[in-house]
T-cell receptor
Framework: SAVISQKPSRDICQRGTSLTIQCQVD?????MFWYRQQPGQSLTLIAT?????????ESGFVIDKFPISRPNLTFSTLTVSNMSPEDSSIYLC????????????FGPGTRLTVL | GDSVTQMEGPVTLSEEAFLTINCTYT??????LFWYVQYPGEGLQLLLK?????DKGSNKGFEATYRKETTSFHLEKGSVQVSDSAVYFC??????????FGKGNQVVVIP
């Protein structure tokens, strides 16, 4: 298994500000992903964080709004920029090790509330 | 695109009752299918998976069979316990290891 930590675990932010969420894994992994879970909704993939290159965003998500970094094989950040109340969600990172179809492990999530 | 549909609404049942949560999928080809569980106050974790048609995934007394004829992957448990109270998500794997999730079902088991 993989042990994943996220910081912060929760935050309350003002409209128009930005928040950076960190995801740290206890061992090297091939793939890292960022998901969003809006209140009462399912998980939606935001992007795949690529080590050493730009993230791959899903339809409806753009780099200007959700810039992502992945400087190495154990760490990634997601920034939620120019926040609005609609960005209030739980943000989760997930990781996958080396093999295709391998299990994805999820972090505990960051609960974000935007006022 | 590829997607997963779960039955609507929470599920409330008594201890030792039989649990079924329906999951159907829409996909090109035959994707790997998963059930994830989120216990209160905990992170999302994999419960079971099936990677090809007719495979049966099982774990902790839960089972699900990959049925391509009905494009379904229903979750079942013969006798639930209070400790099974959680939110259950069905998911499929598509292009380049990405997961598509269903809306999830809250299961509440009453003693």
């Amino acid at each position: 298994s993989a042990v994943i930590s996220q910081k912060p675990s929760r935050d309350i932010c003002q409209r128009g500000t930005s928040l950076t969420i960190q995801c740290q894994v206890d061992s090297q992994v091939t793939m890292m992903f960022w998901y969003r879970q809006q209140p009462g909704q399912s998980l939606t993939l935001i992007a795949t964080a690529n080590q050493g290159s730009e993230a791959t965003y899903e339809s409806g998500f753009v780099i200007d709004k959700f810039p992502i970094s992945r400087p190495n094989l154990t760490f990634s950040t997601l920034t939620v920029s120019n926040m609005s109340p609609e960005d209030s969600s739980i943000y989760l990172c997930s990781v996958q090790r080396w093999t295709p179809n391998d299990e994805q492990f999820f972090g505990p999530g960051t609960r974000l509330t935007v006022l | 695109g590829d997607s997963v549909t779960q039955m609507e609404g929470p599920v409330t049942l008594s201890e030792e009752a039989f649990l079924t949560i329906n999951c159907t999928y829409t996909a090109t080809g035959y994707p790997s299918l998963f059930w994830y569980v989120q216990y209160p106050g905990e992170g999302l974790q994999l419960l079971l998976k099936a990677t090809k048609a007719d495979d049966k995934g099982s774990n902790k007394g839960f089972e699900a069979t990959y049925r391509k004829e009905t494009t379904s992957f229903h979750l079942e448990k013969g006798s639930v316990q209070v400790s099974d109270s959680a939110v259950y998500f069905c998911a499929l794997l598509y292009g380049n290891n990405r997961l598509a999730f269903g809306k999830g079902n809250q299961v509440v088991v009453i003693p």
